[in-house]
């Protein structure tokens, strides 16, 4: 009997103790947040080459009116110029992949000293305004200026092909916004060996990074 | 016979003993007692944001910050949007369906850009209490953004006399408010440059608690 007394006593102790633990006065302010974060994309719209006519002949057309002609300029763009020949001999095709973010452009019977140049058309697909951060032409990382960049494709100390990329870094461009233009020139130089004539590749990323991040840390 | 008068008489001295024991004389003081209890009580009175603009004519950010009352009306701005500006970015804290809720909402987030969502509660209760704040949340992005010190919750005292005046976030929770004190609640968020943030959606729940100041909550 004495033990079922000390235990109940016991029992109200515990309870009492409980009861002093959430006795603490409190008043409570709930919040429900909710968070969408922002995206950042881009992608290419449409894309011109200067010269993509081909030939009607394979081999070339010659005396062709001057809008058929082929294009030349000078090594290293000299003179910042280019001009027309008097045949149609080469061309070249591009073609844009399905998701907007790689352009395939192909020189087709290519020959030194042949010129075409390339305009690409982007626009912001995303949510937040972007701006040119930097191109990798060639493994080369460019943030500025005009890169001018030469391939030695056969790798036998002479220059094949040259590539000029134009201008546009920290250009900004703001969701729905008209395209941005984007241009670069190319141009096969005389050492270009022929059997690689025909398999002209090249690569150029272009790196973009939501405004207020311009320019991203070296 | 003789035992009827034993019994009577024993009813007689019986009575008479009572009668002594109620014949001294008394005088009482009585005590009449009230407690009136103090109380714990948080309201949010006030409710701000930011909206993060881009001024098209400068390429710059625009941040503005306000403060509304619980009826819409703003009481106070840090600026106006940019004429030429797009809003790209925005969050803000409105009441909730429910007495003593707040909806937080950060819209379209983006990296390098704090982006604050804050109220301001006013403490009417007559106990002075610790304010505290707990965050719970279901999305691992978001629960890492917590733990990283990217986002959370800071809070501090204001002087409401002769208007909101505007005041940086300078401690964490928690805060000790006394009766009549108002305090700002930020619930800010910064997104690192990292390409995983793009394009998420989170939710959160959050509790800002005012406990007695004399109980420390384990």
């Not at chain 1, 016991?10 to 968070?35: R, S």
């Not at chain 1, 270009?192 to 405004?211: E, G, H, K, R, Y």
């Not at chain 2, 909206?51 to 701005?77: E, H």
């Not at chain 2, 930020?186 to 608690?209: K, R, V």
Request: aromatic share 12%; proline share 5%; charged share 15%.
């Amino acid at each position: 009997m004495k033990r079922i007394g000390l235990l109940c006593l016991a029992l109200v102790l515990a309870l009492g103790t409980l009861g002093i633990g959430y006795a603490h006065w409190m008043d409570t302010i709930y919040i429900e947040g909710q968070v969408t974060t922002g995206s950042l994309c881009w992608e290419l719209t449409d894309c011109d080459l200067k010269d993509e006519i081909p030939p009607t002949n394979p081999g070339g057309d010659a005396d062709v009116p001057e809008y058929l002609a082929d294009y030349t300029c000078n090594n290293g763009f000299a003179g910042d110029n280019y001009w027309r020949l008097d045949k149609n001999v080469a061309w070249g095709t591009q073609n844009i992949s399905a998701d907007g973010k790689t352009i395939t452009v192909t020189l087709n019977n290519a020959y030194p000293c042949y010129f075409n140049g390339l305009t690409i058309y982007v626009k912001n697909c995303g949510t937040v305004p972007m701006k040119i951060d930097h191109v990798v032409i060639n493994g080369q990382t460019y943030t500025g200026g005009v890169p001018y960049v030469q391939y030695d494709f056969n790798g036998d100390g002479a220059f094949d092909f040259e590539l000029s990329y134009k201008d546009n870094f920290g250009a900004q461009l703001d969701p729905g916004e008209d395209p941005l233009e984007i241009s670069m020139w190319m141009h096969v130089l005389q050492p270009c060996p022929q059997s690689q004539l025909d398999t002209l590749t090249f690569n150029i990323t272009l790196v973009a990074v939501q405004w207020n991040g311009y320019p991203l840390p070296g | 016979m003789k035992k009827i008068g034993l019994l009577s008489l024993a009813l007689v001295l019986a009575l008479g003993t009572l009668g002594v024991a109620y014949a001294h004389w008394t005088d009482t003081i009585t005590i009449e007692g009230t407690v009136n209890t103090g109380s714990v009580d948080i309201n949010v009175e006030y409710y701000s944001g930011t909206d993060i603009y881009k001024d098209v004519s400068n390429d710059g950010i625009v941040v503005v910050k306000w403060v509304k009352d619980a009826t819409g009306q703003i009481i106070w701005s840090n600026g106006t949007p940019p004429a030429n500006g797009i809003l790209v970015a925005w969050a803000c804290a409105e009441p909730g369906e429910e007495n003593d809720t707040v909806v937080v909402t950060y819209n379209n987030t983006f990296p390098c850009q704090n982006l604050t969502a804050d109220f301001i509660v006013h403490y009417t209760g007559t106990v002075p209490a610790h304010v505290y704040a707990e965050i719970d949340t279901d999305d691992p992005w978001l629960e890492g953004l917590w733990n990283s010190g990217d986002a959370g919750v800071y809070g501090a005292l204001v002087d409401m006399e002769g208007g909101y005046q505007f005041i940086e976030p300078i401690e964490q929770l928690p805060i000790q408010m006394h009766y009549c004190d108002y305090a700002k609640v930020w619930l800010w968020l910064h997104l690192p440059q990292d390409d995983a943030y793009m394009n998420l959606t989170g939710s959160f729940n959050a509790t800002i608690t005012a406990v007695q100041w004399n109980y420390t909550p384990e």
